[in-house]
């Protein structure tokens, strides 16, 4: 077993993909698509720091690091209604170098979480519907903290990504279906989202045809991980190590004191 020269934390979180899973590769899905390659994304930065903690001499005290468990791919989970995968990774909090925080290192544990990535198997408007299922078959996620949806904005480019804590679901039909369902259940607060920019339409053109359109080839290389380079020779996207980076930090959040 590996150590940390900090402490180590456990948080259980799940990352859903809005969208239609009857259409993967459309705009209006692209909360769905991303999955795959972010868990990818995952297990390559898990094994980075596995190893850079292992390359280590720690002088004073340290502490174990639990095993990386065996990633799980997507299945089909009948009681969670939709597909579930999951896998183990390890997070450090610690501020970059050069930051005024970085000043309390004790302060800052690694947090080795538990990732549940879920694919409701419901058209956009009924994603509460499988999010309910998936918390009641999945009894260690709490609801809302500990949830987390990924879905498409209209509002900003491809290629920006942008984390809301909470508040308006700006018009997006997913995200007011699971927030529909939160009232129903009674549940307080609101649940958090990663927005995935796919832009708007030129104008005068329909909208509803432009999320339900399919992803052009240079933003599915995008979101491929490692990432693929665009036919047109022109600077790749790294929409999923932005990805990433933002639901690491998401994760870890709660875990600094």
Known sequence: MSVAPRPVVRRTVLLVGLGNYTHPATRHSI????????????????RALREQLASRTFHGPTYAVPPAAEPCEFSSVRAARGWVASVSVLIDTLPPKGTVRRHAPEHYPFVHADVLLYIPKYLMNQNGYGVAAACDALGSVRVPDDVLLVHDELARAFGKVSYKAEGSAGGHNGVRSVQAMLRARGVAGDVARMRLGIGRPADGADVGAFVLGAMPPTWLAACAYPPEAPADGAPGVPLIDTLWKEVARWIAAPCIP
């Open 31 to 46: 909360g769905q698509y991303v999955l795959r390659p972010l868990m990818r994304a995952a297990i390559a930065h898990d």
